[in-house]
């Protein structure tokens, strides 16, 4: 059996897609518009709601919860720990009179305890480990080498006399 390959040429017009936005603004107005961004727009919504609530939590709470829903009235809440749930429940009254204050139907506070941290450990902060002597004799030694392969070579490092 012969096969006989044949080749077509490429048509000139190509299939456009419409141009997608370039900036990220543009492409997130672009995504508001259609339907798909109702969940966007709802997530942007809570968190809008979370910002005006979160100043009457009390300031020890505050970094523990997240508002994740209003649903029929209820608020609720995510907590990092079950013993913020209780904490959060104090303070149901104030929480749900600021939400009737900016417009919202609430009527109840409802909080669940999440299995993860709502933010990620801010990392520690990086200290300068310490030279030992033997490490600040190769580092020196290293310095030493490389000045005396190029002579004209100026240097900014202060001298290690310590007195300037």
């Not at 190509?14 to 109702?38: H, I, V």
């Not at 204050?101 to 310490?130: D, M, Y």
Request: charged residues 25%.
């Amino acid at each position: 059996m012969m096969f006989s390959k044949v080749m077509f040429p490429m048509s000139e017009s190509k299939a456009r897609s419409p141009q997608r936005p370039s900036k990220p603004l543009e492409a997130l107005d672009a995504l508001l518009a259609e339907p798909a961004g109702n969940p966007v727009r709802r997530a942007m919504w809570l968190d809008e709601v979370d910002r005006r609530l979160r100043p009457h939590l009390p300031e020890e709470l505050a970094p523990h919860v997240r508002l994740a829903n209003i649903n029929n009235g209820k608020l609720v809440f995510v907590v990092d720990a079950p013993v913020w749930q209780s904490r959060l429940r104090m303070s149901a009254p104030e929480l749900i009179d600021v939400a009737r204050s900016i417009g919202l139907a609430a009527t109840e506070v409802v909080a669940r305890a999440s299995k993860t941290p709502l933010a990620p450990p801010e990392p520690a902060p990086l200290r300068p480990v310490p030279l030992s002597a033997h490490a600040r004799k190769a580092l020196q030694s290293a310095l030493a080498s490389l000045e005396a392969a190029d002579p004209d070579r100026k240097t900014d490092e202060p001298d290690d006399s310590g007195t300037g």
